[in-house]
């Protein structure tokens, strides 16, 4: 009996296998690379190097950062490059690219008037912030929710709370730095010493007490520990850097630096939410922190619950009610949403996350204000003749209390006519580029400049590239909105000579008869963003830099500084913070 056909047939050989595996690993390989590889959009300009790498230009910018201290630089390099005022990156893997617009008209356009029909808060925000506050509105899309939660604490930002609450408390707590450091001139004689955590503590304590009603007493612990000491006895060379002992933080002032120094490794993470919930949620320091930050907002929380739980006569449109009973962010909130409960006919939830997470939040916010005022101390540093005029302004201005040598009072600092002062400012914003972009989210296939961007989109906008420091690439009219053409003269252009230079007589206007005015659209100016969506804490943050700055100047001369000192590179992390902050003073009355 013959065998079957196919046991007949002669044995397969791996020869016979070989070829055509190797042909399915080929071609399995090149599409599965091929699927993880980015995937542009179409008609954007990209550099076609970047969209052939796994990591696009993630691995490329954070060896910019390395190199500069920031990352952002790398982008306004690139928009220079392509010769493109719109291009697209590859920042995270297997995502989306993003599309950035180096045109500070169409930047304005898209956060002014094209807002959340068109363009709503980047949802990269809701990747740094959901993990630590995920009730916070600021990463929020524009809606009800978002309404709601910005409602609880918008009497923050009344004439009212900044005047009588806010004001005096950033006044007291600048002060306490400015005696801190009246001991550090007389110990350091004439040498150079770091003023960064002094100053982060003195607007730490100031967010902090506007935000719950007491003090952290983190500038006093280390007042009451220098003002102990004896004269230095080996001081180092005259331009070397004077090294202060440090006294211990409360643990509630460490707690809170220390989440919030958390989202600052985040931005720098290719997996930012992987990142910040893991390290929130897993690494026992934070975990510590966050149930200290939660026992503490929950104490104060029930104090002003007791506070405002029987007052039922609070009338949110009279200033004279938030002046009488409104002593903390903590009292609004509280007092909101036990007003909101009644109206709605429901139980009130002063305990909530929510409630928690937009004051903590509002705190952390805040925080970052010290940036603004290092960026400014160090130019008024290198541009000695600045602060001379500035200084002069400041006397001419307040006669009064500069006649009896005493400081002024935070209302006589909010209320003064200070244009060369609030050109200072400006200026320092605009060369310590303080927010280097601004994101916004594509809320439906959108045109910009010329090129359809798909819905959902990330749209990174620079204030760093060109029609900042570099001279604006050339977009031809017909393909600009027709808000943005309609907007053509509102906003000024920077003369291409001393783009770069720190200037700030290029705010001023002189009306030819020696009086100079402010004129806060002599060119681009982002910092704060633009539109509904700009930040929430604009005046807080105009407020405190401008009380903290008059005052410093007032008491102290800040000499120059050694160049080993002096370097303006930053450090990277979520605000552009400079890397070195050094003063030499020389107190003043």
């Known amino acids: 009996m013959g065998l079957p056909v196919f046991e007949r047939l002669p044995p397969p050989t791996s020869v016979q296998f070989l070829g055509p595996l190797i042909a399915i690993i080929f071609v399995g390989g090149y599409l599965l690379r091929r699927a993880l590889l980015p995937k542009p959009i179409p008609g954007v300009p990209y550099r076609k190097a970047n969209a052939e790498k796994f990591f696009g230009n993630g691995l490329e910018m954070l060896a910019w950062k390395k190199e500069h201290g920031e990352m952002f630089g790398y982008l ?50 809701g990747d740094l912030l959901s993990s630590l506050s995920p009730e916070f509105h600021f990463h929020m899309p524009t809606g009800d929710r978002w309404k709601a939660h910005r409602k609880l604490v918008a009497d923050t930002m009344s004439p009212a709370f900044l005047s009588e609450v806010a004001g005096p408390q950033m006044w007291e707590s600048t002060m306490k730095a400015i005696e801190l450091w009246r001991v550090k001139e007389r110990l350091a ?17 100031i967010i902090w007490t506007a935000t719950f009603g007491f003090e952290t007493g983190a500038m006093k ?84 619950i007791e506070k405002f739980s029987t007052k039922t006569d609070v009338k949110w449109e009279d200033q004279g009610n938030l002046r009488r009973y409104m002593k903390s962010a903590m009292d609004i909130v509280i007092a909101r949403e036990l007003q909101s409960a009644r109206k709605e006919g429901r139980a009130p939830d002063p305990l909530s996350r929510v409630v928690q997470d937009e004051l903590f939040s509002f705190m952390l916010a805040g925080n970052e ?29 307040l006669k009064p209390r500069s006649e009896m040598g005493v400081s002024p009072s935070a209302s006589e600092i909010g209320s003064a006519k200070l244009p060369y002062f609030d050109a200072v400012l400006e200026e320092s914003l605009r060369c310590g580029e303080i927010t280097q972009t601004n994101i916004r989210t594509t809320q439906h296939d959108v ?68 009086h100079i005015s402010f004129n806060p659209s002599a060119g681009p100016r982002h910092s ?62």
């Open 369 to 397: 204000i010290y940036t603004l005022a290092v960026w400014t101390l160090k130019f008024l540093t290198a541009h000695q003749d600045v602060q001379t005029r500035l200084r002069q302004e400041l006397q001419d201005q």
């Open 528 to 589: 704060f963003g633009a539109g509904p969506r700009g930040c929430f804490g604009r005046k807080w943050a105009s407020l405190e830099l401008r009380i903290m700055v008059v005052l410093i100047i007032w008491n102290f001369k800040l000499e120059p500084i050694p160049e080993p000192l002096s370097s303006f590179k930053p450090k990277p992390g979520l605000a552009h913070r400079p890397e070195m902050a050094f003063v030499r003073l020389t107190a003043l009355g």
């Open 221 to 304: 612990v280390q007042s009451d520990l220098l003002s102990s000491l004896p004269k230095f006895q080996n001081l180092p060379d005259i331009d070397q850097e004077v090294d202060f002992p440090v006294a211990a933080d409360p643990p509630i002032f460490k707690a809170g630096l220390m989440l919030n120094d958390t989202l600052q490794s985040g931005i720098q993470s290719l997996f930012p939410r992987l990142h910040l919930f893991l390290a929130y949620n897993v690494v026992p320091s934070l975990r510590a922190a966050r149930k200290l930050k939660d026992r503490v907002i929950e104490s104060e929380a029930k104090k002003a």
């Open 76 to 125: 306004a390099e690139m928009a220079m490059e392509l010769n493109a005022p719109i291009f697209q990156i590859f920042v995270h893997p297997l995502s989306k690219p993003w599309v950035v617009i180096a045109d500070t008209r169409e930047s304005n356009d898209i956060m002014a008037r094209r807002t959340s029909r068109d363009f709503d808060r980047s949802k990269f925000l």
């Open 189 to 205: 004689e004439g040498r150079p010493f770091s003023i960064s955590e002094d100053l982060r503590k003195a607007a730490f304590e």
């Open 447 to 514: 045109t910009i400049l010329g090129h359809l961007v798909p819905k959902d989109t990330e749209v990174l906008m620079l204030n760093n590239g060109p029609g900042v420091f570099m001279p604006l690439l050339h977009v031809d009219d017909s393909i600009r909105s027709e808000s943005s053409r309609a907007a053509m003269e509102k906003i000024g252009e920077w003369d291409l000579e001393g783009m770069r230079t720190f200037n700030p007589g290029r705010w001023l206007v002189d009306d030819g008869e020696g």
